[in-house]
């Protein structure tokens, strides 16, 4: 591929790393500079947004090639390239980052009091190192923004997080980087069998990888090894049960940024990963796992859903539910028809959405009452209604009712499964159920009936900046509810692409010679 | 044995090329000298002229070595040393690493009370048996090289002579050491009754031509020689010395033993295995049966020094186990080099980078020290970054470097030596790496913890204490250095290339047929 002369994508993801090392001079002695660091993080998240809406504008919906590609050598000698792309899957994500982060910064506005400058700073860092790894079209320069990715989120839980923030944030890092790690042995042997197959030296792009030809039949075949290799990594992400015991942890206690963040982005690249990675490199294997993951992502939903039911603090539910609506990610990405991958992409959009306003109205109570214990709370929708508006909204979209965009996703996802498995399919609409019973049990808890306790009653209802915050919030949620038209039609090229290699014709054809991939012209 | 065919006349019998070639050493020898004269001067009240005698000298070692990595290899000596693009390197690193610590040790000693100016002369003569052995082709030279390394180095480790543990840490690397090196010693011996010679490549040569691939005097000579190396860079089973002399030694020391000694040891290894893997001097069985060993080492290395790592409170040992482990991981480079298409240049550039980070994390740590090199448990560590966050930061880099996480040199670094461990085959081994730097990455976070995540402890020695300007300089250079080569390693990886290409036995090791 020719390099291209757009140098947007590059922009897009080292400006917010670039505004962060400028707002790092600025000195903050004084209450105004302190002021002044937080708008100009604010400023810099915004921006970085403008410029992923100018991505969206040249982005053709028509095409399943990587956009405005940028090819540039960078590590010649091991064929590691500095390639950036972007396409329909990762291009909402990528909208998702920048629009999430803003309201991230904004909400921590006041929450957070000590080495201020820093903590912007590493958002707007992480920011960058997400935005990477949506983008990268190299397997090395993933791998790179994948794992310093890391390094800011484990000082974000570290350092601002809850009491227990270190053992969290310890967990949090071990757990990605051991998955990860394995993954890295089997980018390796990829890379090599590029070499060894095609004669023309080492290659990290991604289109040469995909048609690197693996032996598979077997369940300990090289082609389900390097499945298991890459499937893990991503899903400790996602998290899938049974490796998501770092989520509950790092949720809890990080500060709400955090949570809104690792929620709202970092599940999703576990997501995202199995999209990009693991459905064109392991044809064979991805069919020969389909029934284990199915199960895994049922199973994550139910048990998601049960342990959040038996919760009692606030933050710890929202974190479980996020393994169960992870779960039905899992579930529509593995049902490999487009219904069920489209439904698994518009979710993790979703989930973003939905689940980041509930961390987010998590924080905003616990900011003045500092407790998350349900019992704490009683009848709070008298003393604060307009919370009690966004509370319910955001909750009912968390708990798919029509109408929201939680509806359209967890829909998609099940007519997808329904039509791989009919069985799977009746069981996780069960962990719809599930859900709307322990969200709206925790609603009636903490909302409704008599305002308990003297410190409830004097709560203050919400702030302007408050407001601000949860607006676009709201408004994505009805529209991604009401015209999820808008949204499939960017994406809907993309996934079909990325389902070549499983479609009818592929599959009757052979089973170890892959016919397409994406992005293969 | 040279070709004569150069035009000036040669002067103390050697040619215009041979003596380029020996310049820096001239410069190290004569540095280490006039340092000895000044000091008898100096005896009492010690000034600057002798460190910075000492690193002119390094300097100009480094000065007159540059222009020579492009020049064609040249046999010394009748063949005893070989200067090469690989000797070249490897004497830059050595000169550099040892030039650091001199410059910042100086502060450290002061601090200490130990301001000696044999200190510095030591230095220089350790690295002079460093680049003595770096360019050794013949086992007599390594020993030589090796010894004038070793005794300096002993000396070094008891420096704090008031102190107990310094002393122990001496007497037990000295004692230990020494029957290293008679082990090694009588290898050579076994090998020179193998095969006629102590020059390892016509060694390796005489070997093949008289068929000796299963010759158990040979194969006995070689895994002697093998036990000495393995004890020096001190892989399982032969590391018990090191965590109790890493943390006897003064800081410095220690940081020169981790980064200067280490890679002259792996390095000369890194000669001798080549040029018997490269002949192929061995029968495939045995050659088999040495890989087995150095497989079973690698793994043992890996897998003990980490883990032993996690139990540490004081960053000193701490940070001698993660050298453990680090060695493992250069074991499985060496292991894989032979049948990886890059050869012996992903080892090389991990112990680049390893010298490199670890020398900075060491200038952190002397500037740390407190009198008796106090103020090393993790506990003193915390809230350092509300004190001193540059200093926090420095040492922050260099842990997550050495853990591996991008976009610090120690990725790229791992990433490389992986990679070509992939290539070789040895796919578990590297399953078994990666997993090992995952353990590791646990304790370098601890350390990161104590910085930045805990608040400082009342009383704590670091209240009041002002770090030295010297060691802040050098560490930042390794950071800058690390970070440079972890975002854009590309001209490193270029340049390093070349070196062991042409470099042991003047001979690019053996290609690998494909898997």
Request: proline share 3%; glycine share 10%; net charge positive.
């Given at each position: 591929m020719a390099s291209s002369t757009s140098c947007l994508l590059s922009w897009l993801v080292f400006l917010p790393l670039l505004w962060a090392l400028v707002g790092l001079c600025i000195p903050t002695n004084t209450a105004s500079g302190l002021k002044l660091s937080k708008l100009s993080a604010l400023i810099g998240s915004l921006v970085t947004f403008a410029v992923s809406i100018c991505v969206y504008q040249q982005f053709d919906p028509a095409s399943a090639q990587a956009q405005l590609a940028e090819n540039h050598a960078w590590i010649p000698s091991l064929g590691v390239g500095y390639r950036l792309g972007i396409d329909g899957i990762s291009l909402w994500l990528v909208l998702l980052t920048t629009f999430l982060t803003p309201i991230v910064i904004l909400s921590s506005w006041e929450s957070v009091e000590k080495k201020v400058k820093a903590y912007y700073a590493l958002i707007l860092a992480l920011e960058t190192a997400m935005l990477g790894t949506f983008l990268a079209m190299d397997a090395f320069l993933f791998y790179t923004f994948w794992e310093a990715m890391l390094i800011p989120m484990y000082f974000l839980v570290g350092i601002w997080g809850g009491k227990e923030r270190i053992y969290a944030a310890m967990k949090l890092f071990l757990y990605t980087m051991a998955g990860s790690l394995l993954m890295l042995v089997a980018i390796f042997y990829l890379a090599y069998q590029y070499k060894l197959q095609t004669g023309l030296g080492y290659s990290m792009y991604l289109p040469d990888l995909y048609m690197v030809k693996i032996p598979s039949g077997g369940y300990l075949a090289p082609q389900s090894l390097l499945f298991l290799a890459f499937t893990i990594a991503f899903a400790i992400k996602v998290p899938l049960f049974p490796l998501h015991t770092w989520l509950p942890d790092a949720h809890v206690q990080a500060p709400t940024a955090g949570s809104v963040i690792l929620a709202g982005v970092l599940l999703k690249m576990g997501g995202y990963g199995l999209i990009r990675f693991v459905l064109p490199l392991f044809p064979d294997a991805v069919r020969l796992y389909q029934t284990p993951m199915l199960v895994l992502g049922t199973v994550a939903i139910t048990y998601g859903a049960l342990i959040a039911w038996v919760q009692t603090d606030v933050k710890k539910l929202v974190a479980y539910s996020s393994v169960s609506h992870m779960g039905y990610v899992v579930l529509g990405i593995f049902a490999l028809n487009p219904t069920g991958m489209t439904g698994a992409v518009y979710q993790m959009l979703c989930h973003g959405i939905s689940t980041s306003g509930l961390f987010l109205l998590v924080g905003m109570i616990y900011d003045r009452r500092h407790t998350r214990e349900m019992s704490d709370f009683g009848g709070i929708s008298k003393v604060m209604p307009l919370f009690a508006i966004a509370f319910m909204i955001i909750l009912l979209s968390s708990a798919a009712l029509p109408g929201t965009n939680g509806f359209i996703g967890e829909f998609m996802i099940l007519l997808g499964l329904w039509q791989t498995s009919q069985v799977l399919a009746a069981f996780a609409a069960l962990g719809v159920i599930l859900g709307a019973v322990y969200l709206l049990f925790m609603f009636q808890k903490v909302m409704l009936g008599p305002v308990t306790g003297d410190e409830n009653k004097r709560l203050k209802d919400l702030s302007l900046r408050e407001v601000a915050v949860l607006v676009p919030l709201l408004i994505a949620v009805f529209w991604m509810g009401f015209n999820p038209g808008f949204w499939f039609k960017k994406m809907q090229t993309s996934i079909d692409a990325s389902l070549v290699p499983y479609s009818q014709s592929a599959v009757a054809s052979s089973n170890a010679e892959k016919v397409g991939t994406p992005w293969n012209p | 044995m040279e070709p004569i065919t150069l035009t000036p006349p040669p002067a103390f019998g050697l040619t215009a090329q041979q003596l380029a070639w020996l310049t820096p050493y001239f410069f190290v020898l004569g540095g280490s000298c006039l340092a000895l004269l000044l000091s008898v001067y100096e005896a009492t009240k010690p000034s600057i002229s002798v460190p910075a005698t000492i690193i002119l000298a390094f300097l100009g070692g480094i000065a007159t070595t540059l222009p020579l990595i492009e020049q064609p290899p040249t046999l010394l000596f009748g063949g005893m040393l070989i200067a090469d693009g690989f000797t070249a390197y490897a004497n830059i690193l050595f000169l550099i690493s040892a030039a650091a610590v001199t410059f910042f040790s100086r502060r450290y000693l002061l601090n200490q009370d130990l301001e000696h100016t044999e200190f510095y002369?030591?230095?220089?003569?350790?690295?002079?048996?460093?680049?003595?052995?770096?360019?050794?082709?013949?086992?007599?030279?390594?020993?030589?090289?090796?010894?004038?390394?070793?005794?300096?180095?002993?000396?070094?480790?008891?420096?704090?002579?008031?102190?107990?543990?310094?002393?122990?840490?001496?007497?037990?690397?000295?004692?230990?050491?020494?029957?290293?090196?008679?082990?090694?010693?009588?290898?050579?011996?076994?090998?020179?009754?193998?095969?006629?010679?102590?020059?390892?490549?016509?060694?390796?040569?005489?070997?093949?031509?008289?068929?000796?691939?299963?010759?158990?005097?040979?194969?006995?000579?070689?895994?002697?020689?093998?036990?000495?190396?393995?004890?020096?860079?001190?892989?399982?089973?032969?590391?018990?010395?090191?965590?109790?002399?890493?943390?006897?030694?003064?800081?410095?020391?220690?940081?020169?033993?981790?980064?200067?000694?280490?890679?002259?040891?792996?390095?000369?290894?890194?000669?001798?295995?080549?040029?018997?893997?490269?002949?192929?001097?061995?029968?495939?069985?045995?050659?088999?049966?040495?890989?087995?060993?150095?497989?079973?080492?690698a793994a043992l290395t890996m897998f003990l020094g980490n883990v032993a790592a996690l139990q540490q409170t004081n960053i000193k040992r701490m940070l001698a186990y993660s050298s453990i482990a680090h060695s493992g991981y250069l074991l499985v480079g060496l292991l894989a080099g032979p049948q990886s298409h890059d050869g012996f240049s992903a080892v090389l550039f991990y112990v680049v980078i390893y010298t490199i980070m670890n020398l900075g994390a060491f200038a952190v740590v002397s500037a740390i020290a407190q009198k008796g090199d106090t103020g090393l448990e993790l506990n003193d560590l915390s809230g350092l970054s509300a004190k001193h966050p540059g200093l926090a930061f420095l040492l922050a880099v260099f842990l997550f470097s050495m853990a591996g996480i991008p976009p610090t040199a120690g990725f790229t670094a791992k990433y490389y030596l992986f990679y070509s461990a992939i290539q070789a085959g040895q796919v578990w081994l590297v399953v078994l790496a990666v997993l090992c730097s995952a353990i590791g990455a646990y304790y370098y976070l601890r350390v990161i913890v104590q910085l930045y995540m805990r608040e400082a402890i009342a009383g704590s020695p670091l209240q009041n204490w002002k770090p030295s300007r010297a060691a802040v300089t050098t560490a930042l250079a390794a950071v800058i250095l690390v970070l440079q080569l972890g975002i854009y390693p590309a001209p490193a990886l270029k340049m390093l290339r070349l070196g062991p290409a042409e470099a042991p036995a003047g001979g690019a090791p053996a290609e690998a047929p494909g898997h």
């Open positions: - | 002369t030591l230095i220089a003569l350790s690295a002079l048996g460093m680049m003595i052995m770096a360019a050794s082709t013949d086992l007599v030279m390594i020993f030589l090289g090796l010894e004038l390394m070793s005794i300096s180095v002993y000396v070094l480790v008891g420096f704090r002579r008031n102190d107990r543990r310094s002393n122990e840490a001496g007497i037990k690397y000295y004692i230990l050491g020494s029957a290293a090196s008679a082990v090694m010693l009588y290898g050579a011996a076994l090998f020179f009754g193998a095969t006629g010679t102590t020059n390892v490549q016509v060694g390796a040569i005489r070997a093949i031509q008289m068929g000796m691939g299963q010759n158990a005097l040979l194969i006995a000579g070689l895994l002697c020689i093998l036990i000495g190396f393995l004890f020096k860079i001190a892989s399982v089973p032969f590391h018990m010395w090191m965590p109790d002399v890493y943390e006897g030694a003064p800081a410095p020391v220690t940081g020169f033993m981790t980064t200067g000694l280490k890679a002259a040891v792996f390095i000369t290894l890194l000669r001798v295995f080549s040029s018997m893997v490269s002949v192929p001097a061995l029968s495939p069985q045995a050659m088999e049966a040495f890989q087995n060993v150095l497989w079973v080492s």
